[in-house]
């Protein structure tokens, strides 16, 4: 009996902690604290240094609760990252998330080793424990400080901190290895490994991720087996791979890579149910590695474990980002800035910092203290000055949440189509005749707890809610015509770009304003010539044609089908030109 009432009150403990945490989080939400710091330093209440007094040192279950908690967040990242996406960052992330954390780790490394007076080999195990980001602490602080950055920063960020993890940990096992039987690894060896480790994980990936995606398309499991499915299966790519010697942990992460790319149908709801999970991992995590921290062992490393935090900070980071990204001479020195200083750490550190302990190696106690400070630090210094980094560097765009609200649905079948649903606001474009694009389809109205049918509806009206179906990637292009009055202008901005032109400028014109390069023969064309040679299909409000950094968009449609006038969709660099030119001219029409 004392046994089931020991497994009753580990339950009930467990269930308190989580409610502690997330009511505790409300707070946080008000001084935009990062949330898994939260769930952090509870943990470290409840052990044994705390007012809980929880004794928990079992590292074997920890890393076991971590690896599994590791491969569900990695899954997780690939399903939400666009390849769209990765093909415009995929040079730089690449970049970042290979020889980035290789320079990340040895800086840091050896400025662990001169702090802490250890062997070489010992602080570079450090540097590569600390040397990856957290996908989960950057994406969160976005998330709550309401804040979008510039596309290619905000996308270089999300995709480096989720896939700079296998790296990490696979940097991280080498030199466990070594350090536990220095003779009988050497540099072939180690390169040998890195090459098996990253083929049969990446192949893996790519084999696993197409059988989920066949899976999730051709079974017909419903909205509430699909997501387990893809989590078991999941479960089961990271779990093959690392009994065939491969990374399981990049492998999760392809495989969510190719799941989110290939699947359409159902994908809103396994990626609703794979957010709640997700954050249950993360809770879980942080919680169990708050329960393994003792503060008292934390002190007597605690000014060196700060001089190293410091370092990553403001040398080790910054010199391996502005390594792999200056010579690119894609990004601005604000950009590189930013992204170097974003370098967030969070779970991953920590975990990885308890492989030494379990392999007993002599200084693996520091180790982990010194990952522990690392990651508090980070989390208080960096994550706290996200808001005022992106102002200052300017790479912050001008956006505040939005008031539309929207509600999707997927549609079982092959449809490719969506259900949504927007509450009609009063004075909503939609209601002074603005155009549905043609892609889109209005499936009824519901007015006074009433259904009805598009037709006998007739005109919507403010209060009614309009049910559309659309294709998924498109959705969020229907927000600027739902959008309440204070919001509607800001919408309208995010979708049609800064300016607009009528479809009867010449390309030549546009172009040598903005500074942009076009090719002779398409000089002497007008927009909305310049739109019907790139569509052979029927121009719908919205449709885009990128022209170097400027990208058009089709904002409004003649009677003869084609493109009346055009939105123009300007990246940092050339919005700011095009500013400064303005100003300028301004400043020369101002009587004197």
């Known amino acids: 009996m004392i046994a089931i009432e020991h497994v009753y009150w580990v339950f009930a403990a467990a269930a308190a902690l989580v409610l502690v945490g ?8 008000r001084f935009s604290a990062p949330l898994l710091l939260v769930f952090l330093v509870i943990g470290m209440l ?28 990695l899954f997780d990242g690939g399903l939400r990252t666009r390849m769209a996406t990765v093909r415009r960052v995929l040079a730089p992330t690449l970049l970042l ?21 250890l062997e070489p080999a010992v602080g570079f195990l450090v540097g590569a424990v600390v040397a990856s980001t957290d996908a989960a602490a950057v994406l969160f602080l976005l998330r709550a400080g309401g804040l979008q950055l510039r596309e290619r920063v905000g996308a270089t960020l999300e995709i480096e901190s989720s896939a700079n993890d296998p790296a990490a940990i696979l940097l991280t096992m080498l030199l466990v290895d070594y350090l536990a039987a220095p003779h009988a690894l050497h540099a072939p060896g180690l390169l040998r490994e890195l090459v098996v480790q990253f083929g049969i994980g990446g192949a893996a990936g790519v084999l696993g991720g197409g059988a989920i995606a066949r899976g999730l398309s051709r079974l017909q499991l419903g909205n509430a087996l699909a997501p387990l499915f893809a989590l078991a299966a999941a479960v089961l790519v ?26 359409t149908s159902g994908l809103t709801n396994l990626l609703g149910t794979l957010d709640a999970a997700t954050w249950l991992c993360q809770i879980a995590m942080f919680l169990v590695l708050g329960l393994l921290a003792s503060p008292h062992m934390l002190l007597p490393s605690l000014l060196p474990a700060l001089g190293v935090a410091a370092f990553l900070m403001f040398v080790g980071r910054p010199l391996a980002v502005v390594a792999c990204l200056a010579p690119l001479r894609r990004y601005g020195k604000r950009e590189i800035a930013f992204i170097a200083w974003i370098g967030l750490r969070g779970a991953v550190g920590i975990f990885l910092a308890s492989i030494p302990m379990l392999a007993q190696l002599p200084h693996a106690p520091l180790v ?29 765009l ?54 009805l049918t598009p037709e006998s509806a ?10 559309l179906l659309a294709p998924p990637g498109r959705v969020y292009r229907l927000d600027w015509l739902f959008a309440p009055p204070d919001e509607a202008r800001e919408a309208e901005r995010e979708l049609f770009g800064e ?39 029927t121009i719908q409000v919205g449709d885009r044609v990128r022209l170097g950094a400027l990208t058009l968009v089709a904002r409004e449609l003649a009677d003869d089908g084609g493109v009346a006038r055009v939105g123009l969709k300007l990246g940092g660099a050339v919005a700011r030109r095009a500013w400064l030119v303005e100003r300028l001219a301004w400043l020369r029409r101002r009587p004197r």
């Open 238 to 263: 990271f779990g093959v791979t690392g009994q065939l010697g491969g990374s399981g942990f990049l492998a999760v992460y392809v495989a969510g890579l190719v799941v989110g790319n290939r699947v």
């Open 97 to 117: 998330a290979t020889l980035g954390v290789l320079l990340s780790a040895l800086l840091t490394g050896a400025a662990a080793a001169w702090l802490l007076d």
């Open 458 to 467: 007739g005109a919507l009206a403010p209060g009614d809610y309009a049910y």
């Open 46 to 73: 409840a052990g044994a240094d705390g007012p809980g007094g929880i004794a928990f040192d079992d590292y074997s279950s920890a890393y076991k609760l971590g690896s599994f908690a590791l491969a569900i967040i």
């Open 499 to 537: 300016f607009s032109f009528e479809a009867g400028v010449r390309l030549a014109d546009v172009a040598g304003f903005y500074g942009l390069p076009v090719r002779a023969k398409d000089a002497p064309l007008t927009l909305g010539e310049h739109f019907a040679r790139r569509f052979e299909h």
């Open 398 to 451: 001008p956006h505040r949440e939005r008031a539309v609200r929207r509600v999707e649905l997927d549609l079982p079948g092959s449809l490719e189509r969506e259900l949504v649903g927007y509450p009609v606001a009063a004075e909503a474009r939609i209601l002074a005749a603005a155009p549905v694009p043609g892609w889109a389809q209005l499936t009824m109205v519901v007015r006074g707890g009433e259904i």
């Open 22 to 29: 997330i009511a505790s989080s409300l707070v946080a939400r």
């Open 368 to 396: 982990f203290n010194v990952a522990f400070v690392v990651v508090l630090v980070s989390l208080l210094v960096q994550g706290w000055t996200l808001g005022f980094a992106a102002r200052l560097f300017d790479v912050a």
